[in-house]
């Protein structure tokens, strides 16, 4: 993942609104100063888009629809992926080498 390191920021607004006919949404974003603003391939973005949706369906299908709404009301987190990876280093660490 890049990281664009040249973000001039102002503040975190976001912004989106549809046009006249209704069929595009645009979103407006400006930033914080120095913020550190992660770019992705569209290539990775799609990949991601399609895990993270294959997940959702798990949920679904698994009836763990309220079980996930619980969960969302108790885990806040600034970096929901810095979580995933710290609990799957853990995770692998717990394994036996083979």
Known sequence: ME???????????HEEFKSSTGAVTTTYVKFKENVKIPTVTPEDFEIE?????????????AGL????????KNYHSDDPHADCVNFINAIQMLRPNT
């Open 49 to 61: 888009k399609y895990a993270k949706n294959q997940a959702y369906y798990f949920i679904l299908t």
């Open 3 to 13: 990281t664009n390191n040249n973000a001039e920021i102002q503040s975190v607004i």
């Open 65 to 72: 629809l309220p079980e996930f709404s619980e969960f969302l």
